[in-house]
């Protein structure tokens, strides 16, 4: 009969320490922040969103891209010209409001010159991203994200980077497939 009692509380005990193990996997605050250009990569973002129940947050620059400001055969654009600059860091329209109480974060972004755009530094470093998980996705017309990656990677190693995703045409079967939402 004791031993009965006894492993009536032990079961108890498993149960009362599984308790606060469930609520802290189902609290993780997700943020879905990305820059878009042209729509693509926000169509990703929406995805994402949908799919994990984050918060959708655009990166937005001060100063709004124009079609000229995205001319890559024009040497002078300003895309061009920030590219060609690895500490270029154009200024943020915004920050996400609360950002602390966020545990992931998915970064979006198209692929530029095979390279995350340089506002994607400027919100890595305007933002606090200890004990924070980030995860990168990327659109392209013709590159992989697997250089983008590695360039955010070894620029700041301090961080937990999980291994992102090029969604060029990505479905919501595809979004739950690659979070196991």
Known sequence: MAAIKV????????MMLCIPINAQAQSDKILVAYFSATGTTEKAAKLIVEVTGGTLYEIQPEKEYVAADLDWHDKSS???VEMSDAKSRP???SKPDNFADYDTIYIGFPIWWNSAPRIINTFIESNDFAGKTIIPFATSGSSS???????????YPDLKWQKGRLLNGATKEDIKKWTKK
């Open 7 to 14: 492993k009536g509380m032990i079961i108890v005990v498993i």
């Open 78 to 80: 300003r895309s061009s």
């Open 91 to 93: 200024a943020l329209n």
């Open 145 to 155: 994200i697997s250089n983008a990656e590695k360039e955010l990677q070894e620029t």
